[in-house]
């Protein structure tokens, strides 16, 4: 059983996965962005694939933690995604997740054409790290107590 990641955008939707004992999140595809119903399909294939238990979505916010636009954009297919499969999602703050991908990237030396191509799938795998760091975190101090 695995926990998917997803860093929903306009264009794309970055992915990644957990190992099965939830320690790291890897990044898994790009899924181009074409209509909900595609989309959906494929998530519903890698939730399949995976033995997925639940997913992470990243929730855009301002700054000041606020749910802009973009934010209420993603709760709407969130909710299309919760109709169309039967797994649990959490949202996750995703504010400078796509920035610290960014950097990773530029300080490994990857060209910026080749970026583009992964820092959806980058964003998603900060995401779905900070998420089982947090997690991990939560359930340590409960077993001191």
Known sequence: ???????????????AISDELYF????????ERKNNGEDINKIAEIVSRYNV??????????????????????KK??????NALEVEVDFWDERLST????????????SRKKRKKVIDKMAAVFILQNYLDFKSKVDSRKELL
Request: proline share 3%; charged share 25%.
């Open 77 to 82: 297919y969130v909710n299309k995604l919760q």
């Open 24 to 31: 790291s999140a890897n990044g898994l595809d790009v899924i």
């Open 99 to 110: 920035v610290a991908a960014e950097k990773t990237l530029i300080e490994a030396d990857i």
């Open 53 to 74: 238990v639940k997913i992470v979505v990243g929730l855009p916010k301002n700054m000041d933690g606020s749910v802009g636009p973009s934010g209420e954009e993603v």
């Open 1 to 15: 059983m695995r926990i998917l990641g997803l860093d929903i955008g306009e264009k794309r939707i970055g992915v």
